[in-house]
């Protein structure tokens, strides 16, 4: 049961999994912290010195977190923010011009156009067990058993936990940091690799990427070398995974694109500047 799908849009795929697998590692697999609102006691100011127009700012605060506070717009749910800053970050405005907006559509969209080449060269091999045909040999109970259990597995490591709450809002929020006006113009040809901090990141977001990127090549190597039908199952999780990421990715920018407000709590990895 050889295949005959090409082996560059696997070798994305991995390598995708590989970066969004690793970040969760290196920032804290399950890190979440999560900030608390302001509590009445915070708020609290002395009778004698309580001037109501601040009070009135505090509260306009608290409506605005709340509404821009989205799953898809924090990173892993998280208000990585002091009580201090939730005015700060009620007001990161991506200040949208045409020019920005079509420098991040670029970045972001060709990011899901490599996800999804990826699906479709592998959705075959995924597949594979459950065609008629000759030569093809159904799965057992336990092989069964084992590809619904790989399918939500990978859906959660990979799809949620991986993508929406790791690389998804990060290829977001590096996206909108594009502008053709200031940007150098490479970063803006390159744009979907330049949001997956492949390059112009921080030093350790360089590392990460270029190391998983690298070191994938021996997984799918490895993954090629299955026996039928256990590489058909590890791909069917690969496509699960890498279709939540699609998702995630997509439905992170079109609500920052439709609200102007940049992933909350999102560190876009960009180098410091000299």
């Known amino acids: 049961h050889k295949s005959t799908a090409p082996n560059m849009p696997r070798f994305l795929s991995f390598a995708l999994l590989g970066v969004a697998l690793l970040n969760n590692l290196a920032s804290g697999f399950s890190h979440s912290n999560i900030m608390p609102l302001p509590t009445s006691s915070s708020l609290r100011l002395p009778l004698q010195h309580k001037p109501r127009p601040s009070m009135q700012t505090n509260s306009d605060a608290i409506g605005t977190y709340a509404k821009i506070t989205s799953p898809l717009l924090v990173r892993g749910g998280a208000r990585a923010m002091a009580n201090e800053n939730v005015n700060e970050a009620a007001a990161y405005d991506l200040n949208l011009s045409t020019g920005k907006v ?13 996800l999804i080449k990826a699906i479709k060269r592998v959705v075959p091999i995924a597949l594979e067990p459950f065609m008629t045909g000759e030569g093809v040999v159904p799965l057992t109970n336990v092989q069964l058993a084992a590809y619904i259990l790989t399918c939500l597995w990978f859906a959660y490591v990979e799809g949620y936990k991986g993508f929406q709450l790791k690389f998804s809002p990060l290829v977001v929020s590096r996206s909108f940091t594009l502008q053709p006006s200031l940007s150098t113009i490479h970063h803006v040809v390159l ?3 330049y949001s997956m901090g492949l390059f112009h990141a921080t030093r350790k977001r360089m590392i990460v990427s270029w190391s998983v990127s690298i070191g994938v090549t021996a997984i799918v190597a490895a993954v090629k070398r299955f026996p039928y039908p256990w590489r058909n199952i590890v791909d069917a999780g690969v496509v699960v995974g890498l279709t939540w990421g699609t998702v995630s990715i997509l439905g992170g920018y079109i609500i920052s694109l439709v609200t102007g407000i940049a992933p909350i709590g999102v560190d876009p990895s960009l180098p410091e500047k000299n």
Do not use: E, M, N, Q
């Open 102 to 114: 079509i420098a991040s559509l670029w970045g972001t969209c060709g990011v899901a156009y490599i």
């Open 191 to 193: 744009a979907p690799f």
